[in-house]
Structure formats: structure tokens, C-alpha cells
């Protein structure tokens, strides 16, 4: 299409047979299409055209996620963190983590379930690849992908954004996030320490966006 451009510039103006006109319109053409690409790489525009794949977790100091396929503790601001960001959005995610729930499925929330042996799951959608799973919210603007470990191990490296919370203390548990790779996320947003007096822990959040 651009070549086409430039060929009609070139024999438009060429056909009045001025060179320094064809020369003039090769320049213009080039100004315009080079600030449409610079305008398609701005991170806006990436995010409106592109599904964000984005991770949320919560990891203890030694990455541990949980135990028993339970989650170890209880932090209801982060649990009301959870359902801000997600709500109104598609959430994906292992078995064991959907059997995890308390109550299931998540209620406002497009629940989708990765699975090779579930059948039929009133209010979910079963797929048995997370490829899958992905390719039904590929119209939608940000997906959530929210664990378990097995999940989370094989959509780090696919994934744009981790909405983190780390809880300041180790655990001991069964189940591991994967380790960050730290020269791949930066850290577009800390929030200050918080102490949660029900678990008398302190924790924080963090959002990484991969390296581009
Ligand atoms: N701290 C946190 O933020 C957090 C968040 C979520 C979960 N968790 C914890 O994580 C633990 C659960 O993690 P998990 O690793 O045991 O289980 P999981 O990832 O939730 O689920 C594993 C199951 O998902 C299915 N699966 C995984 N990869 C698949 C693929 N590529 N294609 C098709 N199916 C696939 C398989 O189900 P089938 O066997 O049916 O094929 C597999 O057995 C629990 O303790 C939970 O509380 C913690």
C-alpha cells in the first residue's frame, strides 16, 4: 500500500514532469507513514489493539502460594484487591485453584477453567489448553490468569503485566510461583507496606510490565 502511494505521488507529479514535486511527495508520504507506526507503538495504543495477558498472585517471601490447595492466609484487603481488579473481567485458571474456591464460580466474573479431564461445569467455560483459553478473550482488552502454580509456570512467559502482592514472611506450602526473572518485569507501581492485623503480617503490592 505505501509503495503504491509513492508510485502515485511519483507519477502524478512526474507526469507534470517536475522531479523536485515527485522528490517532495516521496518526503511527505515517508513523515506520514512513519508517524502512523510510531503512533501503533505507543503503549496506549499497543494496550487498545493488544489482549494484556496479566498474572495475579500473591507470594509469600519464599514464592510459596499455597498449601493443602488452599490458600495459607487470609488478607481481606488483598481479597478486595482481587475483586477490584478482576471483577468485569475474564479469569482463568487451573482445576485445582477452581476447586479451591469458596464459592464457585467467581460471581461478575467470565470464569474460565483449563481442564483435560472436566466435563460440563455449570457457569464456567472448560478448555483443555490454556492456548484455548486465551483465543476466547482474545477481543477483550486484559485477562486474568489466577494460578494455581502449574498455570502460572507455563503463562509467565507469555504474559504482559504481574499484579503481585507479596506477604512478608515465609511459608511453608506445596506450591511455588515461578521465580521472577527481574531483568525481564520492571516495576511500574509499589504500593507502601501494609500490616494486616488478622494474620499480623505485613504485605505490598506491586505491578511488573514486561521488558519490551
Ligand atoms: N497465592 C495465590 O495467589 C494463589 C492463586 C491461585 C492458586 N493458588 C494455590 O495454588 C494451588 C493450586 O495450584 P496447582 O498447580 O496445584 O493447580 P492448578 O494450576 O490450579 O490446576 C492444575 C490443573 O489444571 C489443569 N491444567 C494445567 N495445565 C493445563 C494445560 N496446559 N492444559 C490443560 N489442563 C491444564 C490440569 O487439570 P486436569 O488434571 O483436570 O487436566 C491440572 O491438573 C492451591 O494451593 C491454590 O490455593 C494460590
Redesign the pocket.
Same mark, same amino acid.
Given at each position: 500500500m505505501i509503495y503504491s502511494l509513492i508510485r502515485w505521488s511519483t507519477v502524478n507529479v512526474n507526469g507534470k514532469g517536475n522531479n523536485l514535486f515527485c522528490v517532495y511527495g516521496f518526503f511527505v508520504i515517508h513523515f506520514f507513514c512513519s508517524k502512523f507506526v510510531a503512533f501503533l507503538l505507543t503503549t496506549d495504543t499497543y494496550d487498545k489493539l493488544y489482549m494484556k495477558k496479566s498474572i495475579?498472585?500473591?507470594?509469600a517471601d519464599n514464592n510459596v502460594?499455597?498449601?493443602?490447595?488452599?490458600?495459607i492466609w487470609h488478607i481481606s484487603e488483598d481479597l478486595k484487591r482481587f475483586k477490584k481488579l478482576t471483577e468485569h473481567h475474564t479469569v482463568v485458571?487451573?482445576?485445582?485453584?477452581?476447586f479451591?474456591l469458596p464459592f464457585r464460580p467467581l460471581k461478575n466474573r467470565r470464569n474460565i477453567v483449563?481442564?483435560?479431564?472436566?466435563v460440563d461445569v455449570e457457569g464456567v467455560e472448560v478448555v483443555? %489448553? !490454556?492456548d484455548k483459553a486465551f483465543n476466547l478473550v482474545a477481543d477483550e482488552q486484559e485477562v486474568f490468569v489466577?494460578?494455581?502454580? %502449574? !498455570?502460572?509456570e507455563?503463562v509467565i512467559d507469555v504474559a504482559d503485566r504481574i499484579y503481585l502482592?507479596v506477604v512478608k514472611k515465609t511459608f511453608e506450602?506445596?506450591?511455588y510461583f515461578p521465580k521472577i526473572d527481574e531483568s525481564k518485569w520492571s516495576c511500574v507501581e509499589e504500593s507502601e507496606v501494609i500490616f494486616d492485623d488478622n494474620e499480623k503480617v505485613e504485605f505490598y503490592y506491586q505491578i511488573l510490565d514486561r521488558v519490551r
Amino acid at each position: 500500500m505505501i509503495y503504491s502511494l509513492i508510485r502515485w505521488s511519483t507519477v502524478n507529479v512526474n507526469g507534470k514532469g517536475n522531479n523536485l514535486f515527485c522528490v517532495y511527495g516521496f518526503f511527505v508520504i515517508h513523515f506520514f507513514c512513519s508517524k502512523f507506526v510510531a503512533f501503533l507503538l505507543t503503549t496506549d495504543t499497543y494496550d487498545k489493539l493488544y489482549m494484556k495477558k496479566s498474572i495475579i498472585v500473591a507470594i509469600a517471601d519464599n514464592n510459596v502460594i499455597g498449601k493443602d490447595n488452599d490458600l495459607i492466609w487470609h488478607i481481606s484487603e488483598d481479597l478486595k484487591r482481587f475483586k477490584k481488579l478482576t471483577e468485569h473481567h475474564t479469569v482463568v485458571m487451573g482445576r485445582n485453584t477452581y476447586f479451591s474456591l469458596p464459592f464457585r464460580p467467581l460471581k461478575n466474573r467470565r470464569n474460565i477453567v483449563v481442564s483435560r479431564t472436566l466435563v460440563d461445569v455449570e457457569g464456567v467455560e472448560v478448555v483443555d %489448553s !490454556i492456548d484455548k483459553a486465551f483465543n476466547l478473550v482474545a477481543d477483550e482488552q486484559e485477562v486474568f490468569v489466577m494460578g494455581g502454580a %502449574s !498455570i502460572y509456570e507455563q503463562v509467565i512467559d507469555v504474559a504482559d503485566r504481574i499484579y503481585l502482592t507479596v506477604v512478608k514472611k515465609t511459608f511453608e506450602g506445596d506450591t511455588y510461583f515461578p521465580k521472577i526473572d527481574e531483568s525481564k518485569w520492571s516495576c511500574v507501581e509499589e504500593s507502601e507496606v501494609i500490616f494486616d492485623d488478622n494474620e499480623k503480617v505485613e504485605f505490598y503490592y506491586q505491578i511488573l510490565d514486561r521488558v519490551r
